[in-house]
């Protein structure tokens, strides 16, 4: 995460003269190291000299805006900056701008202030300033108001930077598609012209041809390669080897053909696996653990979704993956769901060492598929849906409690998660259903709702949420006002 780059921003302006102005070039440089040496700031905050007129801030924004690196920018107004010398540049400024309303001291020097500091030290009269002119400009923007050496303070400045990385990586995500949706599944389809305006996502078609005649080019020696390296990472817990080398072959392949046009993601669908002895199983699932992007049954929005939230996550370890509401266990006062895939759940949500297994499938008509099965982790997580309405992307959160198996399930031979959604099943899924949720969604334990619904913000995509405080009658207005919102700015 360190290589994502986030421009310090200091406002002010030349009639506060140079020795004022070094001091808070100094000040703001103490405070880069503080935020670069916090362990809940995972990306590098970058010192820039202050900034005291409209070509300084023009030309920063400017290099903002075409580094590649650079995931957002911090603005903060040490002193008075007067706002219209922003105008121009931060209504251009193509990167998620936070801004901070800090000061570099702590406390008021009760024996020792005086004017002078009063004037450097003016960030509760400048950050209004700034804020103002955000404001009037309609911009996108996240404010956080603390001091900056606070960890709370800092853990909101190291959660949002995460979104932004995010919004910056989605912007140039490819999703390689094999095949189309299944044939007449309403959810999984969309507008991949919109999702490109908004989420920047390059959404690509491959026929299943495309893939077996990758596959038939790999050699044994890959598959042999990928053979050990899934020895290391799973038990190997079946006699049909064959099979599980066919998942190998499948695996190389595809990783073949994202690599080589630039892919972070991709699905599958099991109604299209002509000349493919399996449907993909463990080669979906090793490529997720590895950070690609899945989702299956032509679901390319929840594949998407599923690399940019894997980035997001980057150097975290809960897991963060594609998931399915399978089955629902409505013994009262003990509602859960248990969510689940054909096959395809990622080994990052193992709570235990995944085995490799081989079991006949119920549907597709293929050979038995080799798979991970694992029981997963628990604890507090969130789940993720991306819907096209026709006229708006909207994405649904959901807080959950991932809870642990209260028994064997010995005939379920896929990988598993059950959760307790909030703020019950029935209300959380009378919600989910109401805003048009999908069976698919992301599930993570590593990244927050607030992290998701400034992801949608900053994406220009509508934010829904359903958590503890959800009660329906409210909810129902939301989703009514929103609509009638979306009408008014089209
Ligand atoms: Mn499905």
Redesign the pocket.
């Known amino acids: 995460m360190k290589k994502y780059l986030f421009y310090f921003l200091v406002g002010s302006q030349n009639l506060y003269g140079e020795e004022t102005l070094r001091q808070v070039n100094k000040n703001a440089e103490i405070m880069v190291k503080g935020f670069n040496s916090s362990p809940v700031i995972p990306c590098t905050v970058l010192f820039k000299p202050c900034l005291k007129t409209s070509a300084e801030v023009y030309a920063a924004v400017e290099q903002a805006n075409n580094d590649p690196n650079c995931a957002g920018v911090i603005c903060w107004m040490h002193t008075f900056s007067p706002s219209k010398m922003w105008i121009a540049r931060l209504s251009a400024l193509n990167k998620p701008y936070l801004h901070v309303d800090t000061q570099f001291n702590r406390d008021i020097p009760w024996d020792s202030i005086d004017m002078d500091f009063m004037n450097l030290n003016q960030s509760a009269h400048g950050d209004r300033e700034h804020g103002y002119i955000a404001a009037r400009l309609g911009l996108k923007r996240k404010v956080i108001a603390g001091h900056w050496q606070n960890e709370e303070f800092n853990r909101e400045i190291g959660s949002w930077m995460r979104a932004a990385v995010g919004a910056v990586e989605s912007k140039r995500l490819k999703i390689m598609r094999i095949s189309d949706n299944m044939r007449e599944v309403a959810v999984t389809e969309g507008d991949k012209i919109e999702a490109q305006i908004k989420l920047g996502w390059q959404v690509d078609h491959y026929g299943i041809g495309d893939l077996v005649e990758t596959l038939n080019e790999v050699t044994e020696e890959e598959t042999d390669r990928k053979m050990d390296e899934y020895r290391s990472y799973y038990t190997m817990d079946t006699d049909n080897i064959e099979a599980v080398r066919y998942q190998a072959k499948v695996q190389v392949a595809i990783k073949k053909m994202m690599d080589k046009g630039g892919y972070g993601a991709f699905h599958t669908n099991f109604e299209d696996l002509h000349g493919l002895k399996q449907l993909p199983g463990l080669a979906s699932q090793d490529l997720s653990r590895l950070g690609y992007g899945f989702a ?2 032509g ?1 390319w929005k929840t594949a998407g979704l599923s690399r940019t939230m894997k980035l997001m996550a980057g150097g975290l370890n809960g897991g963060t993956a594609f998931m ?1 509401d399978y089955t629902y266990h409505f013994e009262p006062g003990n509602e859960m769901i248990l969510g689940a ?2 096959l395809e759940v990622c080994p990052c949500l193992a709570a235990e060492k995944p085995k490799i297994q081989v079991h006949p499938l119920g549907i597709g008509g293929k050979e038995p598929p080799a798979r991970a099965v694992f029981e997963a982790k628990t604890g507090k997580a969130i789940v993720v849906s991306l819907v096209d309405m026709g006229n708006r992307l909207r994405m649904i959160v959901n807080k959950i409690e991932c809870v642990k198996q209260p028994k064997a399930m010995p005939k379920l031979p896929v990988a598993g998660v059950l959760w307790k959604p909030e703020p019950n099943l029935k209300t959380s899924a009378e919600a989910w259903i109401l805003a048009g949720g999908a ?2 969604s992301v599930l993570s334990f590593d990244i927050s709702a607030e992290q998701m619904a400034d992801f949608a913000e900053m994406t220009g995509i509508e934010f829904i949420l359903i958590d503890e405080k959800t009660e329906i009658p409210a909810f129902r207005r939301e989703l009514f006002y929103n609509d009638v919102a979306r009408k008014l700015m089209d």
């Open positions: 299956a049954e679901d399915e895939h054909m069976h698919h």
